[in-house]
């Protein structure tokens, strides 16, 4: 089962900053939070990941809460683009066995609306 | 990061049949994963690929059903054999280190 929790679906208006919340409560200390993205009838899109410490990148910023039980995906300025399924995954971070798989929840719906 | 192919895109089989889904990284990975999503539904990990080893398969999926090959480090093929109707979903490939890649996936029907 996932170990996250999202909200089903958001709004957003474009051209503002799209705050999407994550709950990962039972996360261990090797667990890393990763984001992707599902636009429509393609495959999944890799966002972003972080430990605990906020990270940003081209795409969007990741902030982690002091006690790793919670993140935000903030996307600063939301296109029509950005209209995607958006999942939290955490996962820890090594490249062999089965602790390295990706195991998706239901995600959340962003639409961002002109 | 690393740049998956996945063929076919799509497909219509009929029932009873198989049909080999194929993926190519443009890179070499260690790990390569298969997924299904099912019609408005989330992905489901089929199972891990290892080259030179065999695949392990997640709970409610198996070998005979979903046999897979890794036959080298930038190659892997999944199989759905004997289709049903119950079959008809996306199927991706997965690989990469750290943020894993995805394939575009292949959108199959069975009739």
């Known amino acids: 089962d996932a170990k996250t929790t999202q909200p089903p679906s958001m709004d957003c208006a474009e051209g503002r900053a799209a705050n999407l919340p994550c709950n990962h409560s039972?996360?261990?200390?090797?667990?890393?939070v990763y984001w992707y993205r599902q636009i429509h009838s393609q495959g999944p899109q890799y966002i972003i990941h972080?430990?605990?410490n906020n990270e940003t990148n081209e795409m969007a910023s990741l902030i982690i809460t002091e006690d790793r039980k919670s993140s935000t995906l903030i996307l600063p300025h939301a296109t029509l683009r950005d209209t995607a399924v958006y999942y939290c995954?955490?996962?820890?971070?090594?490249?062999?066995?089965?602790?390295?798989?990706?195991?998706f929840g239901k995600g959340t719906k962003l639409s961002v609306k002109p | 990061s690393a740049v998956i192919s996945q063929k076919p895109s799509r497909d219509i089989c009929q029932r009873g049949t198989s049909l080999t889904i194929q993926c190519q990284v443009d890179?070499?990975?260690?790990?390569m994963f298969w997924y299904r999503q099912q019609p408005g539904q989330s992905l489901t990990l089929i199972a891990t690929?290892?080259?030179?080893?065999?695949?392990?398969?997640e709970s409610g999926f198996v070998i005979d059903k979903f046999p897979i090959s890794r036959p080298n480090l930038t190659f892997s093929t999944l199989t759905v054999s004997n289709m049903s109707p119950e079959d008809s979903s996306i199927y991706l490939c997965?690989?990469?280190?750290?943020?894993?890649?995805f394939g575009s996936g292949t959108r199959l029907t069975v009739v």
């Open positions: 997965s690989a990469g280190v750290g943020g894993y890649t």
């Open positions: 039972t996360i261990s200390g090797n667990e890393y």
């Open positions: 972080g430990l605990k």
């Open positions: 995954i955490v996962r820890v971070e090594n490249y062999g066995g089965s602790q390295g798989n990706l195991i």
């Open positions: 890179s070499q990975v260690t790990m």
């Open positions: 690929a290892n080259q030179g080893s065999e695949a392990t398969y």
